[in-house]
């Protein structure tokens, strides 16, 4: 029956939600560097908002490999965080002059560490390095088009099948590792004003999941029990609501939340396996360039004094 707490929660409370926080805290900071504290009590609402990341899955790791022993292998997944950490000083010093917060790479780091499967070395290497680096390489106008994560798992799934798979482990029967998490992931998720889009994507999965049910024939409650897992906690808390890769106004955020479930939907139907990587694989870039091309036109019509270089971005964006 938990699953269906998030439906009720997204059904009243996402716009509530978007518009209490939109008055006061930054939707739309591009990175994580940006934000700043909140004035609350307590120790995790005092803790600085570029830690609280890394602190919910520093969590979902220790709870998950306590547990469930989730990690293919700690000098792997160390591996996997170390080449995180090193490509993004090395860029991010390169690129911006300064030594960059390393907050991001060590979610992506530690994001690939548990989400990959495979008895080698190098594919969490190469998969870090791949993450970090599209970071840089993969830009527009200062917008990153993917998530790192989710390219450099995405890239390896689907050219070195026969070399790596994803952590496809689920919870077991017990509630409590899925309760502490949804908890301290709803509170760091609502201090960053993400949560909506988890909520959404969340109540699109379990309605969708009627229907993948009545066209497969499968169990209602198989179709959900993806959502419970360790995997689904990284997707559903990092992936989906990376400041950087998500799009700027919360209707936007919540539109694209709901058509990765049913990109999502879509490929599950057509057996592929790893659905939900490849749907945000597909889905953020092409809605990211949208809005970037909506918002140049938006500062043309308007005469914008940055309309000159929003002419730059439709004449690239159009001619393209």
Sequence with gaps: MFPVFPVVLSSFGIRHFAESLRATKNMNTSDASTATPAPRSGWLFRIDNRFLAPVLITCILAIGDYQYQILESYGRTAAAIFAAIALELVLGRWDAGRWPHLAS????????????RSTLWWPFILCSLLSISSKYALRLHGRHLWNPSNLGMSVLLFFAPNAVASLSQQWGNDVWPLLVIWLLGGIILYRLGRLHITLTYVAAFLALSLVRSAWSGDQWINEV????????QLFIFFMITDPATTTRTWRRQCLVAALVAVVETILRLNQVIYAPYYALFIVSPVTNLLEIWWTARQALKKGDPAAANAKNVVTELTSN
């Design 105 to 116: 790479a060590y979610i992506t780091g530690i994001s690939v560490g548990i989400l990959l």
């Design 225 to 232: 029990a993806p959502l419970t897992g360790p995997m689904y």
